[in-house]
């Protein structure tokens, strides 16, 4: 790959593929912002911070610090999924095994739930990219060849 021709910035790279990646992309984004909505809630008549989406939030962006991070050293490579795997995986899982606490009724238990279905898909992606990766097909789309 020749690092000259790479974007300056992942967000850059990211522009550069396919409206439906950029859109997923979007949905990733809106859903884990998404939770800011979800900060306070009103629980057995008392209003109370939640703790999810505090995790959430900050999974988000420990994420995004971490993919910038591995995008300025070694590129737009598959490798890539692996921040989120190591900032999203723990909190997935945590918020996961505390699902039935959410009911579907609720505005708060659908976000939970829509939460687990978009973040779920991506972990099962990037795990598969990172697989993909170690077994030398790192490249992402081979844009830049």
């Known amino acids: 790959m020749n690092e000259a021709q790479l974007p300056a910035t992942l967000g850059g790279a990211i522009g550069t593929e396919p409206m ?3 859109a997923w992309v979007m949905v990733m984004v809106l859903v884990h912002l998404a939770a800011i909505f979800f900060l306070v809630g009103r629980e057995q008549q008392r209003w109370r911070i939640r703790i999810e989406p505090i995790a959430i ?9 971490i993919m910038s991070w591995m995008y300025d050293r070694i590129g737009y490579v598959r490798l ?3 921040a989120h795997l190591i900032a999203w995986t723990p909190v997935y899982v945590w918020v996961f095994l505390r699902r ?3 009911p579907l009724a609720s505005v708060y ?6 939460y687990l ?4 898909i991506a972990l ?3 795990a598969v990219d990172v697989i993909r990766h170690l077994a030398g097909n790192g490249e992402l789309f081979m844009r830049w060849q």
């Open 117 to 120: 279905i978009v973040a779920g």
């Open 57 to 65: 939030i900050a999974s988000f962006l420990i994420a995004a610090f």
């Open 109 to 114: 238990g659908k976000y939970i739930h829509l």
């Open 80 to 82: 890539l999924g692996l």
């Open 124 to 126: 099962i992606i990037d």
């Open 100 to 102: 039935k606490r959410y």
């Open 20 to 22: 439906w990646l950029q």
